[in-house]
Structure formats: structure tokens, C-alpha cells
């Protein structure tokens, strides 16, 4: 179960109720960055963190997405700003962004 629900919303330990956009724009930028990720595995991750914060027709309009460069534009265009330029890659690895849960 608590696979899943981290699947859901990697936050999810951190009191987040569901997937922070900056969790999503990690996620597509790890991937542009470093690749590695299978596109259909990449696509079902977006699909699982954004299960809780979209609608039954964003859900329909997401999954018709075929391309990584499509699924920013799309998130640019619901969110108001560019995901890939939200988080840079010298910036994730040292200073991790606020929903990360840090032992201190």
C-alpha cells in the first residue's frame, strides 16, 4: 500500500496531501537530464503523481500525450510557468527543494 501511495505522490511522508507541481517538474527534469526511463515508464509515473490533482478529461488529455517535450508544454500551460525551468540540475542535487524530508 505504501508503494503505491509514494507512486501516487512521492511527497506523501512530507504532510503533502497530494503531488507538489515542483515534485512533478523533478521528475520530468531527471529524466531530460540523465534519461535512462523507458518513455512509457516515465509516462506512467506523470499518470500516477498527478492521479489526485487532475480531472477525469486532464487524466484522458495527459495520457494522449506521447512526448516528454508535450508533457511540459502541457504542465507549462496548466501551471502558468516552465517545469523544466523551475528546477535546475545544480540545484536539486545539494539544496533540495522544501518537500523533501530532511534529518536534521
Known amino acids: 500500500m505504501a508503494a503505491r501511495g509514494l507512486l501516487m505522490n512521492p511527497a506523501l511522508f512530507s504532510g503533502y496531501e ?33 492521479y489526485a490533482i487532475t480531472s477525469k478529461f486532464e487524466k484522458k488529455e495527459l495520457y494522449n ?7 511540459s508544454q502541457y504542465f507549462e500551460d496548466k501551471l ?11 540545484t536539486w542535487i545539494h539544496d533540495k527543494p522544501a518537500y523533501y524530508v530532511t534529518n536534521t
Open 18 to 50: 497530494a503531488t507538489p507541481a515542483e515534485c512533478i517538474a523533478d521528475w520530468i527534469n531527471l529524466v531530460s537530464n540523465y534519461g535512462g526511463v523507458n518513455a512509457s515508464i516515465f509516462h506512467r509515473h506523470i499518470m500516477y503523481m498527478t
Open 65 to 71: 500525450i506521447a512526448s516528454m517535450p508535450g508533457i
Open 80 to 90: 502558468g510557468y516552465g517545469l523544466l525551468e523551475s528546477c535546475q540540475p545544480d
